[in-house]
């Protein structure tokens, strides 16, 4: 937080005094702080409720009526969960691939773009600023919205998905991987350079094997961000298990045991590659910082 700037009676007070005013008027303006948050959640969550088509509080006893629906007619027919289980692998197998072809290219992509705006690295320091919008702007763009778009360009199916986790991820990603590379030491990166090293090499060379570890992370974490997101852009037809999934909702009661086991293979999905991704980040900054 700021300094807030004293009175001229606290300034020419003893020193404990002037803290104790200092202290009072930061309490005064975080309460100012939090009521003016209050006011707007209310204010927010009021416009939302008034333009719902049945208000929130009179939904609210009908919550867990779908979740209900959906387990009790899972359970009637579990004897076709193996087989349900085994008839949308396929799908789930295309989300992934979404996801991880999405990760890896956007992760590339924002390596790049991290080390041409981070500061006393950048080749061109006049052309940092116009990369950095770019980044935010990519960032800012909800994928959705992407593939919303590209989906009325080019059509449906995995490749929009794809296009539009990979832009975020290029947002997402170079702004992270640029704040890890300001960290590293310009040590080896000034001795490289004077001995005739060209940009890339100094890149390559000098920064690269300091951020590696923390980069892989970043991009770990990233990859199970971008399966759920790939599962939510099969809602707007964008392909993968989340088009199965709108189509088993759609339909209603009939049909909820095959929404059931799209669930569950996310969630085995999401769980295993947390799972795997936890234990291989905590190993890359364990050994990063021994």
């Known amino acids: 937080m700021a ?75 579990a004897a076709l969960l193996p087989g349900l289980l085994w008839q949308f692998l396929p799908s789930l197998i295309e989300t992934v691939n979404i996801a991880a072809a999405a990760t890896l290219i956007g992760a590339l992509v924002g390596a790049v773009l991290a080390l041409l705006v981070t500061r006393g690295l950048a080749p061109a320091p006049r052309a940092v600023g116009v ?21 009325f360009v080019i059509g449906g199916g995995p490749v929009p998905a794809m296009i539009a986790i990979a832009l975020h991820t290029v947002g997402a990603m170079g702004k992270l991987f640029s704040e890890v590379a300001e960290n590293a030491s310009l040590g080896p990166v000034e001795g490289l ?48 298990i989340g088009y199965d999934l709108r189509n088993a909702m759609s339909w209603g009661p009939g049909r909820f045991d095959e929404a059931a086991a799209i669930f569950l293979l996310l969630f085995a999905t999401i769980v295993t590659v947390d799972q795997i991704g936890g234990a291989i980040r905590q190993r890359l900054t364990r050994g990063a910082a021994l």
């Open 3 to 77: 300094d807030i700037p004293l009175s001229p009676a606290a300034r020419t007070a003893d020193p404990a005094e002037g803290y104790l005013e200092l202290v009072r008027t930061r309490r005064l303006w975080n309460g100012v702080g939090v009521l003016l948050f209050a006011i707007f959640m209310v204010s927010a969550f009021l416009t939302a409720n008034g333009r719902n088509a049945g208000g929130f509080w009179n939904g609210l006893p009908n919550v867990f009526d779908f979740p209900a629906d959906v387990v009790s007619e899972a359970w009637d027919k």
């Open 193 to 240: 350079r004077s001995v005739g090293a060209t940009w890339s090499q100094r890149m390559i060379l000098g920064v690269i094997p300091q951020v590696a570890p923390n980069w892989v992370s970043y991009g770990l974490l990233r990859f199970e961000i971008n399966i759920r997101a790939s599962a939510i852009l099969g809602f707007v037809g964008a392909g993968g």
């Open 131 to 151: 990369i950095r919008r770019l980044l935010d702007i990519l960032r800012a763009v909800p994928d959705v919205v992407i593939a919303l778009v590209l989906i």
